[in-house]
C-alpha cells in the first residue's frame, strides 16, 4: 500500500501503465460516449445549478468531476478526457451566448462563474491523472 492516501484512491503512473488499454475500435467509440457525455453534463449542470443553491452547483460540478474522470479511466487516454471536456465547453458556448429574444440560460452570477472556471479547473486538473497510453505527455516509451 502506498504512503499517499491519493495513490491509493487514483492509483500510480506504474499501476495505470499495468493496465491494458482498450482495442482501438473500443476506444473511439468512447471517445465519442465521452464527448456526449461531457455535453449532456453541461447541458444539465446548466439547469441544476441555480436550481438548489448551493448543493445544485456542488452536485454539478461533482457530476462534471465524473464525467471527466470515467471518460479518462474508460478510455485510458487523455484524448478520452479532451473529447468529454470539448463537449462540455460546446455546450457551455453555445448556453452562455445571449439569444436575440434577451433569452439566457446562464445568468451572469457568480454560480454559473463559478461552475464554468470549476468545470475547466475540473478538467485540467484530471488532465494531469496518470493514464494507461504509454504515448501520453511525460511518460517516457518503454523500450522491449
Known amino acids: 500500500m502506498s504512503a499517499n492516501p491519493l495513490h491509493t484512491l487514483l492509483g500510480t503512473q506504474a499501476q495505470r501503465l499495468a493496465e491494458p488499454l482498450p482495442p482501438r475500435g473500443l476506444r473511439f467509440t468512447l471517445y465519442a460516449l465521452a464527448f456526449l457525455a461531457g455535453a449532456v453534463d453541461a447541458l444539465c449542470g446548466c439547469f441544476v445549478q441555480p436550481l438548489w443553491s448551493p448543493w ?4 454539478a460540478l461533482a457530476a462534471t468531476l465524473g464525467a471527466f474522470y470515467g471518460s479518462l479511466r474508460a478510455s485510458g487516454t487523455k484524448v478520452g478526457l479532451a473529447a468529454a471536456l470539448a463537449g462540455w465547453l460546446v455546450v457551455m458556448f453555445v448556453l452562455l451566448a445571449p439569444r436575440p429574444e434577451g433569452d ?3 445568468s451572469s452570477s457568480a454560480g454559473s462563474y463559478v461552475y464554468l472556471l470549476g468545470g475547466l479547473v475540473a478538467g485540467l486538473g484530471i488532465g494531469l ?3 494507461r497510453a504509454p504515448y501520453a505527455f511525460g511518460i517516457p516509451r518503454q523500450r522491449d
Open 56 to 59: 445544485g452547483l456542488a452536485l
Open 104 to 106: 439566457f440560460v446562464l
Open 129 to 131: 491523472l496518470p493514464t
